[in-house]
């Protein structure tokens, strides 16, 4: 299991130098069932624009982990607040199951559009109430203190990203050109609750997507995929 690392020694252009650290902030952000904490990290001057990146929601989708060990180790862009959340499932991803430790699927448990589905045990239960679950609450009162114009959400391991219109969709063609990962439309699941539609439907504005990552991830992608985020969150600075 990768775990962030508070000292970093780093390399490449692109990264910093060892006695730099690039994290500006940490932030405990909430608490988990289990007590575990949610942890987010700040790269960039406050005041640019806001980008946030979770590596996981479940917790047995822990690929994203190795993208955000990358961009805790880069400097963010010059004008991007970058804030990086490792996992906002720290118990799923310990016990290395989908949902959290009331095995609740987080990604179906957002207050937007949300609908009672399945009980314990099922791959999509939505929890007993809108926003019931800790880490849900906790993401969602994070993201009203930080109001990220671009949110990215990590998932596996569909190998694909849904296509998106506008803009939105122009920063999602792009992270696909960058990182290889095709454009295919999502299916499969009941949509409901979901976390990205919700940071849309609550920040006018925000653009929020989803990379769902292959499988596996090699060291050499994952860092690919951290140069994505900062070349995404540039087009969104630049906008």
């Not at 060892?18 to 909430?30: C, K, N, S, W, Y």
């Not at 969709?169 to 976390?195: E, F, H, N």
């Amino acid at each position: 299991m990768l775990v962030v690392l508070c000292s970093v020694s780093v390399f490449s252009a692109s990264r910093t130098t060892a006695a730099t650290d690039p994290i500006l902030e940490r932030r405990v952000i909430g608490t988990s069932l289990q007590g575990r904490p949610l942890e987010a990290y700040r790269l960039g001057a406050k005041g640019g624009v806001v980008v946030v990146v979770i590596g996981v929601i479940h917790g047995d989708e822990d690929a994203g982990l190795q993208i955000t060990n990358e961009l805790v180790k880069m400097s963010a862009p010059r004008g991007v607040e970058l804030w990086v959340v490792p996992t906002m499932n720290p118990d799923g991803t310990a016990l290395d199951q989908r949902g959290n430790a009331n095995l609740v699927d987080l990604n179906r448990n957002f207050p937007y559009a949300w609908a009672k589905m399945g009980k314990p045990g099922y791959w999509q239960f939505s929890g007993p109430k809108r926003a019931s679950e800790p880490e849900t609450k906790a993401i969602v009162r994070f993201m009203r203190q930080i109001k990220p114009e671009l949110g990215i959400w990590y998932h596996q391991d569909l190998n694909m990203i849904s296509p998106g219109k506008g803009f939105e969709g122009a920063l999602r063609t792009k992270y696909s050109q960058l990182t290889g990962i095709p454009i295919k439309r999502i299916t499969g699941g009941t949509y409901t609750g979901v976390a990205a539609t919700w940071q849309r439907s609550k920040f006018a504005g925000s653009g929020a997507f989803v990379v769902e990552l292959g499988s596996s991830l090699s060291n050499d992608s994952a860092l690919v995929h951290a140069q994505a985020v900062h070349i995404v969150a540039m087009m969104v600075r630049d906008r």
